[in-house]
């Protein structure tokens, strides 16, 4: 378990405000300066957020105008992505050394294990590497970020007990999502004794925009309060976390966060039981009503991830956030697609909920691929 002191709101740099094809340099410097000027210190990045200018931006906005030690540092290794062999790989940890010019990282993780993703992360020997680097100071605190299922996530911290942290999606909306696991996940972790970065708590902008009639409880228990201050508080709440991210594009976003952060306290119990009230809302909302059971998958031909595919659907259907959405749906292989079914019909005649699969896969195919 880390100890530290930091507040409780991360910045996230994946969302910063653009000019066109340009990071806005003047409103994230502005940003930036509000956000440490508030006493808040956690800045994350990835090696392929915004093509690599994410990255640059730490050294513009932070590294360059303010002392090293004013301010904290994490990004993140995508071994998987682009790296075609284990130097490559690496290579990809000095070039995020020198687009920052941090010196050293504070954090520093594997880019979403999981899948075929950990394999290309042992292959190249990307866990020695890190523990290298740790041990020559250039890393100060070695964790990963995920998107897996429970049992994955046991082992690999049964596999990797060396890890200082682990970063994971956790929402009230998710939190007993079957398909995301974040209670499951969240449990993992704490009885692994690590503690937890939290990513996704606005559900990539979808509890900040909530049809009224679910956010009706949110808004009579407190009329001034936005629904993004909810799911940052439920987030920042649980036990072992470090600090919370949230991606945010402009002043005003951040003025939101920083008012809540900035003299934080925990949900009260009748706060919780708010949430509850909306978590409930959210189960039986028009989506489509898959619970995940997988009957599905395991007869289908073309080995489309029905109950994935219908959780990324029903972001827009819920939440009418058609770009979270598409952002959830293009982290399925495109071999497994929506658009690949061949209307076999076999996942209907096993699906307890009777779901029309077939033409919901339809509308998925064209609702969400380009």
């Known amino acids: 378990m880390i100890q530290n002191d930091i ?16 990071v ?35 050294k513009t906005a932070l590294v360059d105008r303010y002392p090293r030690d004013q301010f904290l540092v994490a990004t993140k290794l995508p071994a998987w992505a682009d790296a075609k062999n284990a130097d490559e790989a690496i290579q990809m940890f000095y070039t995020s050394l020198k687009r920052t010019g941090a010196g050293y990282f504070d954090y520093y993780l594997l880019h979403n294990c999981g899948g075929e993703r950990t394999k290309v992360f042992t292959d190249f020997g990307i866990w020695e590497f890190l523990a290298k680097q740790k041990q020559k100071g250039l890393i100060k605190n070695l964790g990963f970020s995920f998107h897996d299922k429970a049992d994955v996530l046991e082992q690999l911290l049964t596999d990797h007990p060396e890890m200082d942290f682990v970063q994971l999606q956790i929402n009230y909306a998710d939190w007993e999502n079957d398909t995301v696991q974040s209670r499951q996940c969240y449990e993992v972790a704490r009885a692994h004794g690590k503690s937890i970065i939290i990513m996704e708590p606005i ?20 009329p001034d309060r936005s629904l993004s201050s909810w799911a940052l508080r439920y987030a920042a709440s649980l036990e ?3 600090t919370v991210l949230s991606g945010m594009s402009s ?37 489509i009503p898959c619970t995940n059971c997988k009957y599905c998958v395991k007869d289908c031909p073309m080995q489309i991830p029905i109950p994935r595919v219908f959780s990324s659907m029903n972001t827009y259907l819920v939440y009418n956030n058609l770009q979270g959405a598409k952002g959830n749906y293009k982290w399925i292989d495109k071999e497994y697609f929506a658009s690949k079914c061949i209307e076999c019909g076999q ?19 064209e609702t969400l691929e380009d």
């Open 203 to 222: 559900k990539g902008g979808s509890l900040a925009n909530l049809p009224d009639d679910i956010a009706q409880p949110m808004k009579d228990y407190a």
């Open 240 to 242: 072992g976390v470090i």
């Open 251 to 287: 002043t005003e976003q951040m003025e939101d966060n920083l008012s809540t952060f900035e003299h934080f306290e925990p949900l009260s119990t009748e706060e919780l039981d708010v949430i509850a009230e909306v978590q409930s809302r959210l189960a039986n909302s028009h989506g």
């Open 7 to 22: 507040k409780k709101l991360g910045f996230g740099l994946m969302r910063l405000p653009m000019n066109g094809e340009e």
């Open 24 to 58: 806005d340099a003047a409103q994230t410097n502005e940003m930036v300066d509000k956000f440490l000027q508030k006493g808040f210190t956690y800045f994350d990045t990835a090696y392929g957020y915004i093509n690599g200018k994410s990255e640059e931006t730490v």
């Open 347 to 365: 996942c209907e005649m096993v699906c307890p909920q009777q779901i029309k699969i077939i033409d919901e896969l339809k509308r998925v195919a």
